[in-house]
């Protein structure tokens, strides 16, 4: 099973990207998509997490206000868009799917994309 997340890269401090995850159909439905990041010397850290429906919504409070978690079913997309970067937003962003309703535990998840690359300039 392959999760792909796309749409990372470098960004001065104020900026604005928009990170895209691909899903197979297979462990998209009905399940809830989680987005998590790894910054150096850092653990995995949860960000934000959606439902199925996309009526449940989770965020860290660090990026309350400043992050947007969103999802097309009908093309089995999950996004994240992210305002407002700071340089410690910097990190390795995974997509991943886990169970029916959200969690911020990434033990939760159980299949998981390669990450995408934000880096955050001051």
């Known amino acids: 099973v392959q999760l792909q997340a796309s749409g990372g890269g470098l960004v001065q401090a104020g900026g604005s990207l928009r990170l895209s995850c691909t899903t197979p159909k297979r462990t998209f439905s009905n399940n809830a998509v989680g987005w998590f990041r790894r910054a150096p010397g850092k653990e995995r850290e949860f960000v934000a997490a959606i439902s199925w429906r996309g009526d449940i919504i989770s965020y860290a409070d660090s990026v309350k206000g400043r992050f947007a978690i969103s999802r097309d079913n009908a093309k089995m997309m999950v996004y994240l868009q992210m305002n407002t970067l700071k340089p410690e937003d910097t990190a390795v962003y995974y997509c991943?799917?886990?169970?029916?309703?959200?969690?911020?535990?990434?033990?939760?998840?159980?299949?998981w994309g390669q990450g995408t690359q934000v880096t955050v300039s001051s």
């Open positions: 991943a799917v886990g169970k029916s309703y959200p969690t911020t535990s990434f033990k939760d998840y159980q299949y």
